[in-house]
């Protein structure tokens, strides 16, 4: 076999989740449907939510001119293409998993257990949760992405719960609500029939908004309730968590949002890039068929309650390079930083030498990347994995935007 280059093109893999945007709408889709030699089509009526180009099992991507999966590649040159740091730190694979999201409906409300439980749900049951490690995770958007993300404060929370039909949810002598009595209220909310859960939703519409509005909660609040309910069932108790005890934001392209291991989220529209500790591992509660919901206690237990999962601490500033072009998204948490560069037309400069590997997809304009004694074309879709301590210059022929995962 001749030996592997430290800078080579990927292709990527899209998948058909209903939530996801349809058709050529689905910029996942659209990005990757440009990698050459690859014989992937877009169909109007399907659905287009992820692209993934990491070397996790699920959705590998491949090397383009060979085709081998980069897991395969990876294996047998780990020293060169991920580096000793990676390798000891992290093991034999890419230490993140990277994803283009298009979102065209609410995702499952959920959260991603934490290492050590990750480890027991993994030993018990490993075909549904098939990793022993963590998924904190980060999104960035690219366009306008609205998500209900961490918790409200509970002084917000707790005056809606004096709605009658919400009152019972709250344990008997409850004077100031803390941790314990939102955990309480969720589980007892996933818990609730279907006719509680409607005449909850019945008694929320019946409120004033200017009231509503006083505790904190958005003005799109009737609006959210009334979309939620029409993308899954009425009666999805989850909708009911996301909009009395979460918080609802809409990001604008290049704002980034950090969900910590264990952080309760759902996100329900717009493109993102993802990127997350590599594992596949999720609990749901709602916002999903019926079938695919796990336990209301194993959910609640598992909730993190507390300042990092606060709704108000889970943006993630960007910090801008010294360079002028790139933009750093660096979460609390060692595997990986996400990196944007926005390059000028006729720019060409050095970009990276990482001690780790990094994926770069590129997401608009022309150019070229240049590593390793090559020069590889750049147009949007156009997916690379570059080996660490790879001195890596980029060349801008037109506006280029590209989004980096990458151990620094
Ligand atoms: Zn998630």
Redesign the pocket.
Same mark, same amino acid.
Request: net charge neutral; proline share 0%; charged share 20%.
């Given at each position: 076999m001749a030996s592997v280059s430290r800078l080579f093109q990927l292709s990527g893999t899209c998948n058909n989740y209903p939530w996801g945007k349809k058709g050529h709408q689905s910029l996942a889709a659209e990005l990757c449907k440009n990698t050459p030699g690859t014989n992937f089509t877009i169909n109007d009526d399907d659905y287009y939510s992820e692209m993934w180009f990491g070397d996790y099992p699920d959705f590998p991507a491949r090397d383009l001119e060979t085709g081998q999966p980069l897991a395969v590649l990876l294996k047998s040159n780990e020293e060169k293409l991920l580096g000793s740091y990676s390798v000891e730190k992290f093991g034999k694979n890419l230490p993140f998993l990277p994803k283009i999201l298009s979102i065209g409906k609410a995702?499952p409300l959920?959260i =991603?257990p934490n290492k050590s439980l990750a480890a027991k749900l993994h030993e018990k049951d490993p075909e549904k949760f098939s990793d022993t490690n963590h998924?904190p995770?980060i999104a960035v958007a690219l366009s306008q992405f609205e998500l209900f993300a961490g918790w409200r404060d509970l002084n917000q929370i707790s005056p809606m719960f004096n709605i009658p039909s919400l009152r019972r949810f709250v344990p008997e002598g409850t004077n100031l609500w803390n941790e314990e009595t939102l955990r309480n209220v969720v589980r007892e909310l996933l818990k609730a029939d279907e006719q509680t859960i409607q005449k909850i939703e019945e008694e929320l519409k019946q409120q004033s908004l200017e009231d509503i509005q006083k505790l904190g909660y958005p003005s799109q609040t009737f609006e959210l309730l009334q979309r939620l309910q029409s993308q899954y069932s009425a009666t999805d108790p989850g909708l009911l968590i996301a909009i009395l005890c979460m918080k609802f934001f809409i990001l604008e392209p290049g704002e980034a949002m950090f969900?910590p291991a264990d952080g309760i =989220?759902c996100?329900l529209s717009g493109d993102i890039v993802e990127c %997350?500790a590599r594992s596949n591992n %999720?609990l749901a509660s709602g916002l999903c068929p019926v079938a695919d919901r796990d336990s209301a206690d194993l959910f609640s237990e598992t909730l993190k309650i507390d300042s990092s999962t606060q709704a108000d601490n889970l943006k993630l500033p960007a910090k801008a390079g010294k360079d002028g072009y790139t933009t750093v998204y660096q979460p609390p948490i060692g595997e990986f930083d996400v990196v944007r560069v926005d390059m000028p037309a006729g720019k060409e400069d050095s970009v990276w030498n990482h001690k780790g590997p990094t994926l770069v997809i590129a997401i608009s304009g022309e150019g070229a990347i240049l590593g390793d004694g090559k020069e590889l074309a750049v147009k949007p879709g156009f997916i690379f994995f570059i080996a660490a301590a790879t001195a890596t210059k980029l060349r801008a022929d037109t506006d280029l935007q590209i989004y980096a995962a990458a151990l620094r």
């Open positions: 995702l959920q =991603h998924k995770e969900i =989220h996100y %997350m %999720m």
